[in-house]
C-alpha cells in the first residue's frame, strides 16, 4: 500500500506505518521546496550527477573558502531519533560550509513536553533557520514539516520510509570502487552490477532508498532475508528489483554485499529466533571466501558485530563501512549547499 501523509493532521502521521511499496507516491509526495531532498524518488540521473560533482568540488576546495559559501546561514537539525553517522555528518558538513548550526533533540526540547512537530519547525524557523534536516520515527514527517514551514527539508531518515542522503553516500562508495572517476552518471552507469541487500528490508529506510537510486544508474538489486523481514511485495518497490532468499546464492552473484541491522527497535512484537538467523543469514568470513571473494562489502550502521555480519568481516580489507562515513560529509555538504542555494517555493507552506 502507499505512504499516505494525512493532510489533516498537524503531528507527523502516516498510513500505513510501513511503507516497502510506494511507487506510485512520487507525485503525491514531491517536495514543495527545489532545496528539499525528501525521498530518493526525486533524485534523476542528472540531479545525481549534479550533487556527486558538487560532493567533489565542496570536497577538494580550500576550507577557508568553502566556509564563505554559507557563512552565517542557520541550519536547523532537528533529531527525534537517537544518530551517529548522520547527524554528526550533517552537522560537520554546514559547519564545513561556514553555516551556524543548532540540533534539537526529543529528548532535551519541548518536544518532551508535548510541542508539534509542526510548532517546533515553525519556532526554528522564527529562530532563523533557513533549512531543517530532520529525523524522525514517522514516515513522512519530512512532508509534514516542509508543507507547514515553507523551508528546504532534508529527510535525514524518516521512520521505516527512506533516507535519500545516505543511498547517495552509498552511491558515491561503490563508484569509487567500481567505476573510479565517475560523476556524470547515466542509467548505464551500473550496468552488470548486482547489488545485494540483505537482512531487515522491511524495516530499512536505508535498503528503501537504495532500492529506488540505484536501479536508476543500471544496477541490478537482490534483496534476501526471511519472510518476516522481507515480505514478497518489496520486489515491486521499483524495476530493477529481485528476491533471493538463499543467502549463498544471493550474495554469489553480487560484487556489492550490503548488509542490514536488525531493527530491534521496531519489530514490534515480531519474534525472530537470532540463532537460526545467523545460520541462515550471517555474513562470515568463510561465506564470503566460499561464495563471493571479491565482493565489496556494505552496512550503513550501527552495525551489531555478530549478528548481521562478523567482526572480522566488518574489520576486513573489503569491508567498505568506514568509507561509507567518509563520504556522508561530501555528500552531505554538497545537500546543504544545494538546500540554500535553491530554496524556491512552488507555491505551498508557510
Ligand atoms: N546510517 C545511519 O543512519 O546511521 P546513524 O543512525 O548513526 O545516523
Known amino acids: 500500500m502507499p505512504v499516505k501523509v494525512d493532510p489533516t493532521s498537524t503531528h507527523a502521521r502516516v498510513t500505513p506505518s510501513h511503507a516497502l511499496l510506494a511507487s506510485d507516491t512520487a507525485a503525491s509526495l514531491s517536495s514543495c521546496c527545489d ?19 558538487l560532493a567533489t568540488l565542496l570536497e577538494q576546495e580550500n576550507p577557508l573558502k568553502r566556509a564563505e559559501r554559507l557563512a552565517k546561514r542557520r541550519i536547523a537539525l532537528l533529531f527525534y531519533e537517537s ?19 543548532t540540533l534539537v533533540s526529543s529528548l532535551s526540547s519541548s518536544i ?8 517546533t519547525g515553525l519556532t526554528l524557523r522564527a529562530l532563523g533557520a533557513e533549512a531543517i534536516i530532520l529525523r524522525h520515527p514517522n514516515s513522512g514527517a519530512p512532508w509534514l514539516l516542509e508543507r507547514e514551514t515553507g523551508l528546504p527539508v532534508l529527510n535525514a531518515g524518516d521512520g521505516m520510509h527512506e533516507h535519500p542522503s ?63 523481514l522481507l515480505p514478497e511485495v518489496a520486489a515491486q518497490a521499483g524495476p530493477g528489483i529481485e528476491i533471493e532468499r538463499d543467502f549463498t546464492k544471493a550474495i554469489g552473484q553480487s560484487q556489492v554485499v550490503m548488509m542490514l541491522r536488525i531493527q530491534a527497535e521496531r519489530l514490534a512484537g515480531l519474534q525472530l529466533d537470532l540463532e537460526e538467523y545467523k545460520a541462515s543469514y550471517q555474513l ?20 551489531i558485530r555478530g549478528l548481521e555480519l562478523t567482526g572480522e568481516v566488518a574489520d576486513g580489507p573489503k569491508s567498505l563501512i568506514l568509507e561509507q ?11 546543504v549547499l544545494r538546500a540554500l542555494t535553491q530554496p524556491t517555493q512552488k507555491g505551498v507552506g508557510a
Open 35 to 53: 532545496g528539499s531532498l525528501l525521498s530518493a524518488l526525486e533524485l534523476t540521473v542528472e540531479s545525481v550527477s549534479e550533487i556527486l560533482a
Open 83 to 101: 544518530s551517529t553517522r548522520t547527524r554528526t555528518s550533517f552537522e560537520l558538513a554546514a559547519k564545513g560550509l561556514g553555516a551556524d548550526t
Open 112 to 119: 518532551e513536553k508535548g510541542e508539534t512537530l509542526k510548532d
Open 166 to 228: 545516505q543511498a547517495l553516500l552509498d552511491l558515491r562508495t561503490i563508484l569509487a570502487h567500481l567505476r573510479p572517476g565517475t560523476e556524470k552518471v547515466t542509467a548505464k552507469t551500473l550496468a552488470g552490477v548486482t547489488i545485494c541487500i540483505v537482512g531487515d528490508i522491511l524495516h530499512s529506510r536505508v535498503a528503501r532508498s537504495n532500492m529506488l537510486l540505484l536501479p536508476k544508474l543500471g544496477a541490478r538489486v537482490v534483496l534476501c532475508g526471511p519472510k518476516e
Open 284 to 303: 562470515t568470513e568463510e561465506r564470503l571466501a566460499a561464495h563471493t571473494p571479491e565482493a565489496l562489502v556494505m552496512h550503513p550502521g550501527p552495525i
Open 325 to 335: 562515513v567518509h563520504h556522508g560529509v561530501a555528500i552531505r555538504m554538497a545537500l
